[in-house]
Every structure is written in C-alpha cells, then in structure tokens.
C-alpha cells in the first residue's frame, strides 16, 4: 500500500524543528533588511538546493542568510510523508 500522508500536526512540528534550528544561528548583522531563502531537506535532514527566494536588496545580506541556513544544518530528519520545502524571512534589524 502507499504511505499515508503526514498528519497536519507532524507537519507543523517539522517545520517548528527547522525553525528553531534556524534561530540559533541568525546573524548579529544589522541593516534593517530581510531577505527570504528557500531550500528543501533530505530524507537524512541534510541541506538541499538553499537559495535566496526574495533578495534583500544588498548582496552581503543575501549571502549572511544562506549561510545562516547552511549553519544550522543538518536538521532533524522530516516525517514520511511531509513537503520538506520551507521558504524562511531573515530578519537582519
């Protein structure tokens, strides 16, 4: 039989996860931009395909929050069957 779809709460608890990791490796840049990066999780947790969805307007900004989700990779690894897609803002204040 197909696997069945991840509950909504598994879901949320992922995304949760990824967040938190996220959170513990922002920058202490200043600037008062954001910029969004989207990437995609493997099966194992590890980073797939990190890029810069909406620029911040400055380069060295988009380039501090790939970093910070490269940092905080690996994550945990996502439930069977949950998009493990995110798009993130990083706020630098």
Known sequence: TAPQPASKFASCRAAASVRAAIGRHLPAARGGVRATVAFSIGPAGGLRGVRIARSSGKAQFDQAAIATVQRAA???????????????QIYFH
């Open 74 to 88: 690996p994550f945990p690894p996502p439930p069977a069957g949950v998009n493990p897609t995110f798009s993130i």
